[in-house]
């Protein structure tokens, strides 16, 4: 053990030098943990301790940790052949392509990128060209929701709707909108569901109009957004955004970059809405995050319209790493696991039962909601369940601590504005067992 700690420090003395994280500075009082092993829901910090890895890293590693048979077929493909640019073609991408067309029941183009950020900007890009060559180039904004999440990128994060994300980083890309999403839980007093959901998708509405229709482009969003605290919409108001999309010509960008690969107990979270989207953007738990990949998924008669008749119709976008042939068969294996062991039935499944399981939580005085779709959960804590006012950050941050104490790694939502990092979040790998959900709830 005395071994194990001074091995864990002196990694986290030259990390201290070194190592510039994520999100944060380095913060003495709580370095980071120096994560050296993964199996299935679980990792092993470099002291030989053992967490329950309730938000699957970044919501990505869908399959869990350790999986073999994606490092092997990494090392075969490698091993044959490491690398060709997308301006060209390979079997693991022509593969995934066609897998990805057969479960989306649609007819669908395949783009690949790297990360979710990059398949959001290729969605942008296409939206707005692909009007530009429709006769229509005054379309060009894309109407985005308060609290969604959408990449870290100029373009991305000008979509997403976490103002406290944004603050520095301003002018971003302009042209993007916001309008506030369904948040069931604080809807007014006595408001039907229904009704709330219907008048929320209508907003979107009164911005296309009072924008002036013909200069909107896109509205993107995720089915249930994740990041920004686990809103799940009803299925009313994401019928009703569909419905204005097509009325006015916009084009619908469905972000299903959590949601996708059984997240939500679906294999795309969009179909539990019964939707058919014009682009969707995945990335995440396509190759469970075994290697870096991205998609941004076209359909067809857009894609029709980048035919080049003059030299400048062709989409005009390239990078280096995507659809990089390792990352394209760990994605087909990927999808091979969740198929064979029935991982988005699980996950819809023991999603219903972690939820029922956290319900004795809503006894706590500070627990003011508990909602989740699939392996997806949100908890809203408050100071007070009549006024709902947000918990208090040092309550939120106690929490999340004190399940780490315990062994099991939690999340918050995303940073929305002040005060409102209220909502925990669990995401954990669909392969839990039985025993990993007893020990989550
Ligand atoms: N979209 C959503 C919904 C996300 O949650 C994220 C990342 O968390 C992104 C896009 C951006 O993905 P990436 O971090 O791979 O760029």
Not at 57 to 72: F, H, P, S
Not at 132 to 155: C, D, M, P, T
Request: charge should be negative; include cysteine.
């Amino acid at each position: 053990m005395e071994r194990n700690e001074n091995f864990t420090n002196t990694l986290q003395q030259k990390d201290r030098e070194n190592v510039w994280h994520h999100i944060s500075m380095y913060n003495e009082k709580a370095p980071p943990m120096i994560v050296e092993h993964g199996d299935g829901a679980w990792i092993t910090d470099s002291g030989g301790n053992r967490f329950l890895d309730g938000m699957s890293g970044l919501w990505a590693v869908n399959v869990g940790y350790g999986r073999e048979r994606l490092a092997q077929v990494a090392y075969e493909q490698m091993k044959k052949l490491s690398y060709v640019p997308m301006t060209q073609s390979h079997q693991p991408a022509i593969a995934l392509a066609e897998k990805l067309n057969r479960l989306l029941e649609e007819d669908y183009m395949i783009f690949y990128s790297n990360s979710g950020s990059d398949a959001n900007e290729v969605a942008f890009k296409m939206a707005r060209q692909y009007h530009a060559q429709n006769g229509e180039g005054a379309r060009f904004k894309i109407i985005s929701r308060y609290r969604a999440y959408h990449g870290s990128s100029l373009g991305a994060l000008a979509a997403t709707g976490q103002a406290l994300r944004k603050y520095k980083y301003e002018p971003l890309a302009p042209g993007f909108l916001h309008v506030a999403p369904p948040d069931n839980y604080r809807r007014p007093k006595g408001q039907s569901i229904e009704l709330y959901n219907l008048e929320r998708a209508r907003e979107i509405e009164e911005k296309i109009i009072w924008e002036h229709k013909e200069t909107i482009a896109a509205v993107i969003m995720e089915p249930i957004i994740t990041g920004g605290g686990v809103l799940i919409p009803h299925a009313i108001y994401v019928k009703e955004v569909e419905r204005i999309c097509q009325k006015y010509g916009v084009l619908l960008i469905i972000d299903e970059v959590i949601c996708g690969f059984g997240r939500t107990g679906r294999l795309f979270g969009h179909q539990h809405f019964a939707i058919k989207p014009d682009i969707i953007t995945m990335a995440k738990g396509l190759t469970s995050a075994y290697l870096p990949l991205s998609i941004t998924a076209v359909r067809k008669d857009i894609y029709e319209k980048f035919k080049d008749t003059d030299g400048y119709s062709h989409f005009r976008h390239v990078n280096t790493f995507g659809g990089n042939p390792a990352a394209c068969a760990v994605a087909l294996e990927n999808i091979k696991i969740l198929e064979e062991e029935k991982l988005v039935q699980r996950s819809k499944d023991l999603g219903e039962q972690l939820l029922h399981d956290l319900q004795d939580l809503l006894e706590l005085p500070f627990v003011g909601d508990i909602r989740g779709l699939g392996f997806l959960v949100g908890i809203e804590l408050v100071e007070d369940k009549l006024t709902l006012e947000p918990a208090k950050p040092e309550r939120v941050a106690k929490i999340i601590a004190d399940c780490k104490a315990n062994g099991l790694i939690i999340g918050k939502n995303g940073d929305t504005v002040e005060g409102y990092n209220n909502i925990l979040t669990l995401s954990p790998p669909l392969c839990c067992t039985d025993e990993d959900l007893e020990f989550i709830s």
